[in-house]
């Protein structure tokens, strides 16, 4: 959920900065100036938008990076943990098998030792 908000404000930014430099280009080519000052606003505006824009990428991508990293670390702890569950299962699993088979040995035994004093 995080991720998708990240985005979307990610998504509003570069529309806003869009939006800023469309406007800004809009409004200096209906000013009245000459077309060499215009032009040079033109550009100074492209290279200011294209400097906030590079930075914002920046910060998302650093922030999506952290938190894919966060989610990779809470993934493996999970999995180790239920590593760690599924080893102590079997470990007790064999444990009860074990001692299951000794008391039906000694079942057996009894029975057969009865079955030879009865003979």
């Known amino acids: 959920m995080d991720g998708e908000k ?3 404000g990610l998504i ?3 529309a806003f900065f869009t939006g ?3 406007g800004s280009l809009l409004g200096l080519l209906f000013a009245p100036m000459a077309g060499r000052e215009t032009r040079e606003k033109i550009r100074d505006a492209s290279t200011d938008v294209k400097e906030r824009t590079i930075t914002a990428a920046h910060q998302a991508r650093e922030a999506t990076s952290e938190r ?3 989610l ?6 999970q999995v ?3 590593t760690e569950s ?3 299962a079997v470990e007790a699993g064999k444990s009860a098998f ?3 088979k000794s008391e039906l040995a000694n079942i057996l035994s009894r029975d057969e030792e009865e079955e030879e004093a009865e003979s």
Request: hydrophobic content about 45%; charged content about 30%; aromatic content about 0%.
């Open 6 to 8: 990240q985005n979307n």
């Open 12 to 14: 509003v930014l570069l």
């Open 20 to 22: 800023g430099l469309i």
């Open 68 to 70: 894919v990293t966060d």
């Open 72 to 77: 990779v670390d809470k993934g493996k702890a």
């Open 80 to 82: 180790d943990g239920a």
């Open 86 to 88: 599924v080893k102590a």
């Open 98 to 100: 074990v001692e299951k």
